[in-house]
């Protein structure tokens, strides 16, 4: 059964340790779906990969970071690309993703992808491992699915094969 969310001031979200960590929406506690065995396998190589392409471009790649999208609300992408290292990202990132969970609905990610493209964020990568599916969101143009491509972004100079951060089929 659901629960009423549990709301807080925004200082004291800022000085809580939530573990996992949760989002910050208008004043409400939203905890997050936690990572399963493909989530956590695409993270992983997402992560590496994204770590190495955006350090040879100056960039700085991680994970589970704290984005401030605007004065009420913090969303928690699962990888983001920075211009540089904040303790709670405050600047549009240069990329967001958000790896989906069986648990995860579509209104959500929806509402998250809406957030971070309203801060700025120019690219936002949205992947299921569950259906080897993907979706590139990128500010002023339509969502493109990726079934067996390449995510992209090509003001960054980024791409990954999508099949090179999948978890093998029999797993």
């Not at 990969?49 to 609300?73: F, N, P, W, Y």
């Not at 928690?76 to 969970?101: G, M």
């Not at 493209?117 to 599916?133: A, K, L, N, T």
Request: charged fraction near 25%; hydrophobic fraction near 40%.
């Amino acid at each position: 059964m659901a629960t009423a969310p549990n709301f807080v001031s925004f200082d004291e979200y800022l000085n809580t340790s939530y573990s996992p960590d949760c989002e910050y929406i208008d004043g409400a506690i939203l905890e997050r779906n936690v990572g399963k065995g493909r989530h956590a396998f695409t993270q992983l190589s997402l992560g590496a990969e994204l770590r190495q392409q955006a350090r040879s471009k100056g960039l700085v790649a991680t994970s589970d970071h704290r984005v401030r999208v605007s004065a009420m609300r913090i969303r928690i992408p699962d990888l983001c690309v920075l211009e540089q290292l904040e303790e709670v990202v405050t600047k549009p990132p240069r990329l967001c993703v958000e790896i989906l969970s069986p648990e995860d609905r579509w209104t959500r990610v929806n509402a998250a992808v809406a957030d971070y493209q309203e801060m700025g964020v120019p690219y936002v990568w949205v992947i299921d491992p569950y259906r080897s599916r993907a979706w590139i969101f990128e500010l002023d143009n339509p969502p493109l699915e990726v079934r067996d491509g390449n995510l992209t972004a090509p003001a960054l100079g980024v791409e990954v094969r999508l099949i090179d951060i999948l978890p093998p089929e029999n797993n």
